[in-house]
Protein backbone atom coordinates (compact mmCIF):
# COMPACT_ATOMS: atom_id res chain seq x y z
CA UNK A 1 0.00 0.00 0.00
CA UNK A 2 1.24 3.69 -0.46
CA UNK A 3 2.14 5.21 2.36
CA UNK A 4 2.48 9.49 2.24
CA UNK A 5 4.92 11.61 4.38
CA UNK A 6 2.94 15.03 4.97
CA UNK A 7 5.60 18.12 5.85
CA UNK A 8 6.13 21.76 5.79
CA UNK A 9 3.22 22.90 8.54
CA UNK A 10 3.76 25.83 10.92
CA UNK A 11 2.53 28.92 12.69
CA UNK A 12 1.83 31.64 10.21
CA UNK A 13 0.47 34.83 10.71
CA UNK A 14 -3.26 35.74 9.15
CA UNK A 15 -3.04 36.07 5.32
CA UNK A 16 0.12 34.58 5.40
CA UNK A 17 1.25 31.50 3.14
CA UNK A 18 2.82 28.09 3.29
CA UNK A 19 3.32 25.25 1.15
CA UNK A 20 2.63 21.72 2.28
CA UNK A 21 4.62 18.76 0.44
CA UNK A 22 3.19 15.17 0.39
CA UNK A 23 5.50 12.51 0.13
CA UNK A 24 4.41 9.02 -1.45
CA UNK A 25 6.34 5.61 -0.88
CA UNK A 26 5.50 2.32 -1.42
CA UNK A 27 4.00 3.14 -5.06
CA UNK A 28 3.43 6.02 -7.45
CA UNK A 29 1.75 8.80 -7.45
CA UNK A 30 0.71 9.08 -11.34
CA UNK A 31 -1.17 5.78 -11.41
CA UNK A 32 -3.41 6.83 -8.48
CA UNK A 33 -6.68 8.06 -10.06
CA UNK A 34 -7.11 11.09 -7.69
CA UNK A 35 -4.41 12.80 -4.78
CA UNK A 36 -6.11 15.11 -2.09
CA UNK A 37 -5.22 17.01 0.83
CA UNK A 38 -8.03 16.66 3.47
CA UNK A 39 -7.45 18.54 6.77
CA UNK A 40 -8.84 18.04 10.56
CA UNK A 41 -9.59 20.99 13.27
CA UNK A 42 -9.58 19.86 16.98
CA UNK A 43 -13.13 19.02 17.73
CA UNK A 44 -14.57 18.26 14.01
CA UNK A 45 -14.66 15.91 11.50
CA UNK A 46 -12.05 15.35 8.77
CA UNK A 47 -12.41 17.18 5.38
CA UNK A 48 -11.10 17.50 2.10
CA UNK A 49 -10.08 20.37 0.87
CA UNK A 50 -8.78 19.65 -2.58
CA UNK A 51 -7.69 16.78 -4.93
CA UNK A 52 -6.09 16.73 -8.02
CA UNK A 53 -6.88 13.78 -10.90
CA UNK A 54 -4.76 11.39 -12.72
CA UNK A 55 -5.01 14.12 -15.94
CA UNK A 56 -4.09 17.30 -13.65
CA UNK A 57 -7.52 18.18 -13.20
CA UNK A 58 -8.16 20.30 -9.89
CA UNK A 59 -10.95 20.95 -7.38
CA UNK A 60 -11.39 22.55 -4.14
CA UNK A 61 -13.74 23.00 -1.28
CA UNK A 62 -15.77 26.18 -1.34
CA UNK A 63 -13.85 27.24 1.86
CA UNK A 64 -10.51 27.28 0.08
CA UNK A 65 -11.27 28.20 -3.67
CA UNK A 66 -8.89 31.08 -5.26
CA UNK A 67 -6.24 30.71 -2.21
CA UNK A 68 -4.99 27.33 -2.10
CA UNK A 69 -3.44 25.36 -5.16
CA UNK A 70 -2.82 21.84 -5.30
CA UNK A 71 -0.23 20.51 -7.50
CA UNK A 72 1.68 17.37 -7.98
CA UNK A 73 5.26 16.24 -9.67
CA UNK A 74 5.44 12.90 -10.99
CA UNK A 75 9.11 12.84 -11.00
CA UNK A 76 9.35 13.08 -7.32
CA UNK A 77 5.78 11.16 -6.44
CA UNK A 78 4.99 14.44 -4.34
CA UNK A 79 1.92 16.25 -4.18
CA UNK A 80 1.70 19.61 -3.11
CA UNK A 81 -0.24 22.43 -1.69
CA UNK A 82 0.41 25.98 -1.90
CA UNK A 83 -1.82 27.60 0.31
CA UNK A 84 -1.87 31.54 0.56
CA UNK A 85 -4.31 34.45 2.64
CA UNK A 86 -4.41 32.09 4.84
CA UNK A 87 -7.17 32.39 7.90
CA UNK A 88 -7.68 30.92 12.00
CA UNK A 89 -10.15 28.74 10.48
CA UNK A 90 -7.54 26.82 8.35
CA UNK A 91 -5.87 25.64 11.74
CA UNK A 92 -5.88 22.40 11.34
CA UNK A 93 -4.07 19.13 11.08
CA UNK A 94 -2.86 18.85 6.78
CA UNK A 95 -3.37 15.20 5.59
CA UNK A 96 -2.93 13.74 2.02
CA UNK A 97 -4.61 10.42 0.89
CA UNK A 98 -6.21 8.95 -2.86
CA UNK A 99 -9.41 10.55 -2.98
CA UNK A 100 -10.88 7.78 -5.74
CA UNK A 101 -11.93 5.21 -5.50
CA UNK A 102 -11.42 5.81 -1.53
CA UNK A 103 -9.00 6.91 1.01
CA UNK A 104 -6.39 4.77 1.90
CA UNK A 105 -7.42 3.12 5.38
CA UNK A 106 -3.27 3.58 6.60
CA UNK A 107 -3.31 8.09 7.38
CA UNK A 108 -0.15 9.66 7.81
CA UNK A 109 0.77 11.61 11.00
CA UNK A 110 -0.42 14.67 8.75
CA UNK A 111 1.47 18.51 9.76
CA UNK A 112 -0.25 20.84 11.56
CA UNK A 113 -0.96 24.17 10.60
CA UNK A 114 -1.90 26.97 12.98
CA UNK A 115 -2.92 30.88 11.85
CA UNK A 116 -2.59 32.97 14.26
CA UNK A 117 -1.56 36.65 15.27
Known amino acids: QVQFVESGGGLVQPGGSLRLSCAAS?????????MGWYRQAPGKQRERVAFIDMLGSTNYADSVKGRFTISRDIASNTVYLQMNSLKPEDTAVYYC??????????WGQGTQVTVSS
Open 26 to 34: GGRIASITA
Open 97 to 106: NRVLPFPYAY
